[in-house]
């Protein structure tokens, strides 16, 4: 039996339902339903619901042998874990954006505000462009507009966010869709079982 991490909400929501279509299906949950570990339909899995973010920790440390993360937590967690498909759900950017009328001075250390500080600092690095993060935990497009931050880093998925809020996109950092990742020694040691969900899911995708 395979020990699956899913993310709660938006993404897991439609996650489920690849996972469903492949075989692996999850019981339908009763409204007031508090439980977290979740065996599959037919026994050939066990899901457990984990914060997006708390995917790679699991299936790093062993106790999920597969997870599903989008790139996004995936690049900023740096977990030691293998990456097996791309799910092609949860489809977005991230992206650095200012105010509309933001000029960039490149004298000025420039303050940048996101959830993502590890992915940030790589970027800008790579610019040569030094910064100041500001780790925000959501609602980022505030800090602009309060002036907390010359810029942020953050998912754009239609722009709606943006646009409504007297934002822009200034650069594309990467582009970010669900992974299938999987713990680095159950891909050994229960290689036939994570090779079945890998084939199962690449068919339904197709
Ligand atoms: C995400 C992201 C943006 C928004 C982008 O926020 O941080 O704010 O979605 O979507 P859009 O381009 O379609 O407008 P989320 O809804 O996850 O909430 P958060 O503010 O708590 O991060």
Not at 78 to 98: F, M, P, Q, S, T
């Amino acid at each position: 039996m395979l020990n699956i991490a899913l993310p709660k909400g938006r993404l897991g929501e439609s996650v489920l339902k690849r996972f469903k279509e492949a075989g692996y299906v999850f019981p339908e949950l009763e409204d007031g339903d508090r439980r977290l570990v979740i065996p599959s339909e037919n026994g050939n899995a066990s899901f457990f619901l984990v914060k997006p973010t708390d995917v790679p920790v699991y299936v790093e440390y062993g106790v999920a042998d597969v997870g599903v993360a989008g790139k996004d937590v995936l690049i900023e967690s740096g977990a030691d874990v293998y990456e097996l498909i791309d799910l092609g759900l949860g489809k977005c950017r991230l992206a650095v954006a200012a105010k509309n009328d933001f000029r960039d001075d490149q004298d000025r250390l420039l303050r940048v505000a996101t959830k993502y500080p590890n992915v940030s600092k790589a970027y800008f690095s790579g610019l040569n462009r030094d910064i100041e993060i500001v780790t925000l935990n959501g609602s980022i497009e505030l800090a602009p507009i309060l002036g907390l931050t010359d810029v942020i880093v953050d998912i754009v998925e239609t722009g709606k966010t943006l646009k409504e809020n007297g934002l822009s996109v200034i650069n594309d950092v990467v582009n970010i869709s669900a992974r299938l990742i999987a713990n680095k020694a159950a891909s050994k040691f229960k290689q036939a079982e994570v090779s079945a969900l890998v084939k199962a899911l690449g068919e339904v995708i197709k």
